[in-house]
């Protein structure tokens, strides 16, 4: 293993990461030595991630919090601080989403999204700043291609995420004289995951989500952990700001086609529901 990822003695947090992408990314820390820390609304898959990385030799550790609470991140961010120290590497990753037209939303719907994404990074944000490590820190926000493309039936999304990777910005600015660089990876299309699984349920739509890729072939957790490995290591010190795509060439232009398939998916439900 290069030393230059090690991260032996080094406190890595990931919000989100009981489960997809996130649960990913924790397990390749652990793998990589760290002490890691992980958080979610569910006590249980609390309990079990914090079982699978210690089950890896990390020392681990995990509590239940919602985003959109705040008391509740500040007290589980305060215990994991007082237990594992000042943090190295935050990794903020919770996430909503669902397909839909803006007609069929409603207003809690579209709320819902925006509260979850952007507040909740805010929120996760705010909470952090007092224990990162500085300088020395690195911060990751998990974005998504919606806050750059335009895409049908994902409107919520589309706004939610332009503010999360909006905020990465100007927290690069505001934190960077800190020495905490903050910077956003926007994943593609992720096999195995719960987002994967509602967005493309059929296999004939995952099947066109592959084809969308100029590589052809899905991403995998480990692919975007492997970035978070990068951009928190020594060979990503001087990166700040940055909005990594991490998505097999996507952005290029195959993203265009899942918009199309969730407008049709939400077409299809609307009809099924009228």
């Known amino acids: 293993m290069n030393n230059s990822l090690d991260f032996s003695n080094k406190t890595v947090v990931v919000i989100g990461g009981t489960s997809g992408i996130n649960r990913g990314v924790a397990e390749l820390f652990a793998r990589h030595n760290a002490r890691v820390a992980v958080a979610s609304r569910s006590q249980q898959k609390v309990d079990d991630t914090v079982a699978s990385l210690r089950a890896l030799g990390a020392e681990a550790m ?47 719907a579209f709320r819902s999204v925006i509260d979850i994404d952007l507040i ?33 039936a994902q409107s919520h999304v589309c706004a939610a995420k332009a503010g999360v990777e909006m905020l990465t910005r100007c927290l690069a600015l505001e934190w960077g004289s800190e020495g905490v660089r903050v910077n956003a990876i926007v994943p593609g299309p992720i096999d195995g995951t719960e987002g994967m699984q509602r967005l493309a349920p059929s296999e004939a739509m995952r099947e066109a989500a592959r084809e969308s890729v100029p590589l052809r072939r899905l991403g995998t957790p480990q692919d975007i952990g492997n970035a978070c490995l990068f951009l928190a290591s020594e060979f990503g010190d001087y990166i700040n700001g940055a909005i990594l795509p991490v998505d097999g060439g996507w952005l290029q232009g195959g993203v265009a086609g899942l918009g199309r398939m969730l407008a049709t998916l939400a077409r299809r439900g609307a009809e099924s529901g009228a």
């Open 62 to 108: 995990g509590f239940c919090a919602d985003v959109r609470e705040p008391a509740a991140l500040a007290a589980g961010l305060g215990a994991v601080h007082g237990a594992f120290g000042t943090f190295d590497v935050v990794v903020s990753g919770a996430a909503g989403n669902f397909p839909a037209l803006l007609t069929q939303m409603s207003a809690n």
């Open 120 to 152: 909740g990074t805010f929120n996760v944000m705010q909470a952090i700043h007092p224990y990162l490590l500085k300088p020395g820190a690195s911060v990751i926000n998990i974005s998504a291609p919606q806050a750059t493309v335009p895409m049908e």
